[in-house]
């Protein structure tokens, strides 16, 4: 399947920074979606962005759309102890319904 | 709230078991979809239906097999279990016009001794 490259892997930070994470493709994608995966649950969809350049916050959390469609960023500001977990992007790359993962981005804050 | 359950949270089977593994939805939605997640690999589409018994392949379909008999109801079969079947399994669902935004059930752990 197409592949994802998520970066950071793994993201230790301390309760009230902010955080930026992003996933690269090969290839153009034309959705992409920001998951949320708290231990021991299935993931949770925090944002979708459907149009290449599009920047679209839920709360604290901030995500863009690549203008190449190749790339995705996501930002926490101020981060809380309710954050940790793993952060997944996906997308289904152009011409593909079926939704490819990242690697997926795991975040501890340290007390 | 959307509503998916999965029939076990933690299950312990032995190579060469058939194994069952149940997925309900109560929001109706016409997709649904088996995924098993690994440490370092994401998640990996095992197969998907978009409709009653209809099924499409996902990218490792190998070692499984679906049903769909009723809407609301999806399972995913392990024919011959074996260890490398040990994994987190995740089922989701979603609506036929809004295929991407998926909303996942809590998961299966599922150890094959």
């Known amino acids: 399947g197409q592949q994802l490259n998520q970066s950071p892997q793994s993201m230790f930070i301390q309760e009230g920074e902010d955080v930026s994470m992003n996933c690269t493709s090969s290839s153009i994608f034309n959705t992409w979606l920001w998951y949320k995966q708290d231990p021991g649950e299935g993931p949770v969809l925090l944002i979708a962005?459907?149009?290449?350049?599009e920047l679209t916050s839920n709360g604290r959390l901030t995500a863009q759309f690549g203008i190449t469609r190749k790339d995705s960023f996501l930002n926490i500001s101020a981060s809380i102890p309710s954050d940790v977990g793993i952060y997944f992007c996906a997308g289904p790359y152009f011409g593909n319904e079926k939704l490819t993962f990242g690697t997926g981005t795991r975040l501890t804050i340290i007390p | 709230d959307v509503k998916v359950t999965q029939s076990s949270r933690y299950l312990v089977k032995r190579t060469g078991e058939k194994v069952f593994l149940e997925c309900v939805q109560d929001m109706d939605h016409e997709n649904m979809f088996w995924y098993r997640q690994d440490p370092g690999l994401g998640l990996r589409l095992i197969y998907f239906s978009y409709d009653v018994k209809m099924k499409e392949k996902g990218d490792i379909p190998e070692g499984y097999s679906v049903s769909r008999e009723k809407k609301e109801r999806f399972s995913l079969i392990l024919e011959s279990a074996s260890t490398n079947q040990t994994s987190m399994y995740l089922c989701a669902i979603a609506h036929e016009a809004m295929i991407n935004e998926q909303f996942f059930g809590p998961g299966t752990r599922l150890t094959v001794l």
């Open positions: 962005l459907y149009k290449a350049g």
